[in-house]
């Protein structure tokens, strides 16, 4: 009697110890994506549904079949190398790269790890890939409009505010696209007969500078660049036009939906779908190499409804005969 309660126990003791290894091997083969962004998580939360949207499609849950591990720069891009070569150390089955920065730190840190980015950069200027339609090394991913609408969005700045002979550009310095942004606004600026004065911001501090310049150099209006840095200070940005009563207009539509003027640009959301419909692809078996790089062409402009906006921006009467929402 005493043998087999003592065999029962020693069974016991030998499944408590497996019982976790076990649940651990489980887990093991569970695959885990890096989601890598330079912006800070409180401004880019609404896009992690459409993220999981994507993925949803090929039949990927997050909790369920696939686990996203989420590293967030919060608009220090100097942190992006460390997080990217953190989530390699971890053997991540595939890493999300989210901006120009984050998708470049990834490619960096990496040249086995498959990388799906959303990028409003040239992907072939940046070197993440050969060429668009076949990429050929271990990325692949979204493009997004930003460069090219930049001279588009500095148009609809004048129709807004034709009067103003002088405008302001504000840009991150520290993003990779700052020298063409820099020269896509003068060369659009110069062909509308405008001075444009380029201020720069990559912290906080430097945005309330920039303002305190603008007010300075009486400037008529303000583009404001794309930018995950620049997109995480949406409430400030916003409450500093409306203060110092400037015309702004923004790449994304969330900046109008918190009181801002007006936005044009690509359809962020749905770059992010895509880009976890590419990720669930690529976990189905395909390879970055063999997947185009898809332009996302789909843009949107967005004007504030508030009649009492357009008044506090001095927009004149009439500017938007329809503003569309």
């Not at 912006?39 to 459409?50: M, R, W």
């Not at 001075?195 to 720069?200: G, S």
């Not at 539509?253 to 976890?276: I, N, P, Q, T």
Request: proline share 6%; net charge positive.
């Amino acid at each position: 009697m005493f043998d087999i309660k003592r065999r029962e126990f020693i069974t016991l003791l030998g499944g408590a110890g497996l019982w976790p290894l076990r649940s651990h091997a489980q887990q093991s083969t569970t695959p885990v994506i890096g989601f890598l962004h330079g912006g800070p998580a409180s401004a880019n939360a609404p896009l992690i549904e459409p993220f999981r949207q994507g993925l949803a499609e090929f039949g990927y849950v997050d909790g369920r079949n696939v686990t996203i591990e989420f590293s967030w720069a919060e608009g220090h891009y100097d942190r992006l190398g460390q997080l990217a070569a953190d989530l390699v150390r971890r053997q991540v089955a595939i890493i999300a790269a989210f901006s120009p920065p984050a998708a470049q730190a990834a490619k960096a840190a990496t040249a086995t790890i498959p990388i799906v980015f959303e990028s409003g950069n040239d992907p072939v200027k940046a070197r993440l890939v050969a060429i668009f339609n076949r990429p050929g090394g271990n990325a692949t991913g979204i493009n997004i409009l930003v460069e090219e609408l930049l001279g588009k969005r500095r148009g609809l700045l004048h129709e807004l505010v034709p009067t103003a002979s002088t405008i302001a550009a504000l840009l991150n310095p520290q993003t990779p696209a700052y020298e063409t942004q820099s020269r896509d606004v003068e060369a659009a600026a110069r062909n509308l007969g405008q001075r444009i004065h380029i201020l720069k911001a990559s912290t906080e501090q430097d945005v309330d500078r920039a303002f305190t310049e603008l007010v300075q150099l009486r400037v008529g209006a303000l583009l404001v660049g794309s930018d995950p840095f620049l997109a995480g200070r949406l409430q400030q940005l916003v409450a500093l036009a409306a203060r110092h009563s400037v015309p702004a207009t923004y790449a994304r539509h969330e900046f109008v939906k918190a009181g801002g003027l007006m936005s044009y640009g690509g359809d962020v959301a749905d770059s992010y779908r895509l880009a976890g419909v590419y990720i669930g692809r690529i976990l189905k078996g395909d390879k970055p190499a063999d997947l185009a790089v898809q332009q996302a062409t789909k843009v949107e402009l967005h004007i504030t409804s508030r009649p009492q906006k357009l008044s506090v921006l001095q927009c004149r009467p009439g500017c938007w005969s329809a503003p569309p929402r």
